[in-house]
């Protein structure tokens, strides 16, 4: 079955550093791949979604990922921080509809 | 608010007791999706929706568990003769069906959370 590991429970970057959450995933087809956000009590939201199309996928907020399919891997990045990019970031990891499976999740601390 | 709505937000009961929670999804989308997560782990997958199917329910955690969507509308996960490990944050999302099968965003709510004393 499909899975993604999440390198990293807690990630600390200053204002203004670059953010690099990483996510390997392990599928024997072709994956969809998502980032999702979530801000305390809130629910998760979209960041962004790999489908295949382009290796490259732009989300919300600045933040892209790379699909690197001999490294199975899906890491986020965003070139600059925000105080308002704390919060908690799940990478997930599909191939049939009705099964989206998620990674145990990195917290994301900004530094003034 | 169009978006994802759960009821009740925070439930707090007695081991042994049963609960249940109301998910209404966004009103387009046909596919409504229940995980559960608990502090410090990513949402587990427990069952899933397509109109008023129930397309997946081996993930339920026990027989224990069950969920519901009688008009392909709003859903109901029940948990009878609760327990402590049933503690926990119940998550509902919902999706429209994308173009030739795509697996589409799913969109949360905000979650339910359970306390089980």
């Known amino acids: 079955a499909q899975s993604v590991t999440q390198l990293g429970s807690h990630v600390s970057v200053s204002e203004g550093a670059l953010v690099l959450l990483r996510c390997n995933y392990s599928?024997?087809?072709?994956?969809?791949l998502f980032w999702y956000v979530q801000y305390p009590n809130q629910g998760l939201q979209l960041l962004l979604k790999?489908?295949?199309?382009?290796?490259l996928v732009k989300g919300i907020n600045g933040f892209e990922a790379e699909f690197k399919k001999s490294e199975t891997s899906f890491h986020l990045t965003k070139p600059s921080a925000h105080m308002s990019d704390a919060a908690e970031y799940f990478c997930?990891?599909?191939?049939?509809?009705?099964?989206?499976?998620f990674g145990a999740g990195t917290r994301l601390t900004v530094k003034p | 608010d169009t978006g994802v709505s759960q009821n009740p937000r925070h439930k707090i009961t007695k081991r042994g007791q049963n609960v249940t929670f109301r998910c209404d999804p966004i009103?387009?989308?046909?596919?409504l999706y229940w995980y559960r997560q608990t502090l410090g782990q990513g949402p587990e997958f427990l069952t899933y929706?397509?109109?008023?199917?129930?397309?997946?329910k081996s993930r339920l955690l026990s027989d224990r568990f069950s969920a519901e969507r009688p008009k392909g509308s709003f859903s109901t996960l029940e948990i009878q003769r609760t327990e402590q490990g049933d503690s926990a944050m119940y998550l509902c999302?919902?999706?429209?069906?994308?173009?030739?099968?795509?697996?589409?965003?799913?969109?949360f709510g905000e979650g339910s959370r359970l306390t089980v004393l």
């Open positions: 790999y489908t295949s199309a382009a290796t």
């Open positions: 929706f397509q109109n008023e199917a129930q397309l997946e």
């Open positions: 009103s387009e989308h046909n596919r």
């Open positions: 999302a919902s999706s429209a069906t994308g173009s030739r099968g795509d697996i589409g965003e799913l969109f």
């Open positions: 599928s024997s087809v072709p994956p969809y």
């Open positions: 997930a990891v599909s191939v049939v509809i009705g099964d989206m499976r």
